[in-house]
């Protein structure tokens, strides 16, 4: 039923490692967001299933519209626990490292990855995986991690290990990176893993109430802010601006994931194929990219941001002031005028 893009020589050797291996660890990338925490939370749950010793890593905290799932309340947050973070790192004897490509993706573990002797199998789904990993199971074709790791284990033959908790997580990830099925999406395959979820006794209407209208009134009044008074309109350029600084975002009790989402909304202008974000973080910029049909975003990201990610969403960093982030978009964004074309 299921397409075979795995290569059967990879699915043979994780199963073989897996095997061998006891302790493992989880880790997934900074600022974790729902394909992050539910593909981490998917492979905990069938490892345990297997009785294995299992332990999820991320280097900060991820919002409170994820923590309902079954096993979020253990996750390390490594700035928070850093000691407790390492020990497990380095006691581990397999690292499974999710939906990131490059280690710099997990900031401050990275070294202690690199450091460490234990088996390193990567599970991704973005372009260009780096070369740090025993394993690279690695496929773009794959709408998120958790519809690979889904995969992973049907071909793996052991799916008597998914549950509802498992099947949770993995429709939550599959969800969050399509946008609710609204892009990156086409793929019949999902609809198939889609129904085998449903069996497995999941309420996909629940978990999208969970995770989409769960907000404060305060963020609610944040996107009403920044949609009339801040997003700018680029109109050469079919792009859409909106910046915020800290002390905007303290002016709306700003919490982790409040502002998720908002990269989107401009792309609901007809006009509109290029959505920016750029957001000022205690100590750097943060920028999220969102596009519409083949503008490449993360080749902005990448070559301006220092960044990367998927197509239609990518994100990427400027160190230095928000002021400067913003002269920096708007001196490059004319460079993109031939990509940036509606069709
Ligand atoms: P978001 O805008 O939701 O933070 O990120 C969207 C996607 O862009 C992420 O899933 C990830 O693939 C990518 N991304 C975000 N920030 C960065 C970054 O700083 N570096 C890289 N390489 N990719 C990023
Ligand atoms: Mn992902």
Not at 106 to 125: N, T
Not at 179 to 186: K, P, Q, R
Not at 191 to 205: A, F, H, M, P, S
Request: positive net charge; hydrophobic residues 40%.
């Amino acid at each position: 039923v299921f397409d075979k893009i795995v290569a059967e020589r990879s699915i043979q050797m994780a199963k073989k490692i897996i095997d061998q291996s006891c302790k493992i660890v989880i880790v997934t990338h900074i600022s974790p967001d729902g394909d992050a925490i539910g593909s981490s939370l998917a492979l905990c749950h069938f490892l345990l299933q297997l009785g294995k010793s299992v332990n999820i890593i991320v280097p900060n905290n991820f919002p409170t519209f994820l923590r309902w799932m079954s096993g979020a309340k253990n996750i390390v947050i490594s700035e928070l626990e850093e000691r407790i973070a390492q020990q497990f790192i380095r006691t581990a004897d397999l690292i499974f490292c999710l939906d990131f490509n490059v280690l710099c993706r997990v900031e401050r573990l990275a070294p202690w990855i690199e450091k460490s002797v234990a088996k390193k199998i990567l599970i991704d789904h973005h372009p260009l995986p780096g070369d740090f990993c025993d394993l690279n199971i690695s496929y773009h074709e794959f709408s998120s991690t958790s519809e690979l790791i889904f995969s992973f284990i049907c071909r793996m033959d052991m799916s008597e290990y998914m549950d509802k908790n498992f099947a949770e997580c993995i429709y939550t990830g599959m969800m969050t990176d399509t946008g609710a099925f609204t892009y990156n999406s086409n793929r019949p395959q999902i609809y198939r893993i889609i129904k085998e979820l449903l069996g497995k006794g999941i309420d996909k209407d629940a978990i999208y109430n969970k995770v989409y209208n769960n907000y404060s009134e305060s963020r609610i009044r944040l996107q009403g802010y920044i949609l009339y008074q801040k997003m700018k309109i680029f109109e050469k350029y079919h792009t859409s601006l909106i910046t915020l600084s800290c002390e905007e975002q303290n002016q709306f009790l700003w919490k982790k994931g409040d502002t998720e989402g908002f990269v989107n909304i401009p792309l609901s202008i007809k006009e509109v194929v290029f959505s920016v974000f750029i957001r000022e973080e205690d100590n750097k910029v943060k920028v999220s990219f969102r596009s519409k049909g083949k503008f490449p975003s993360n080749r902005f990201a990448a070559e301006v941001f220092n960044g990367g990610g998927h197509l239609n969403a990518s994100g990427g960093e400027f160190n230095g002031k928000l002021e400067d982030a913003i002269v920096l978009f708007e001196k490059k964004l004319p460079k993109y005028r031939y990509l940036l074309v509606r069709k």
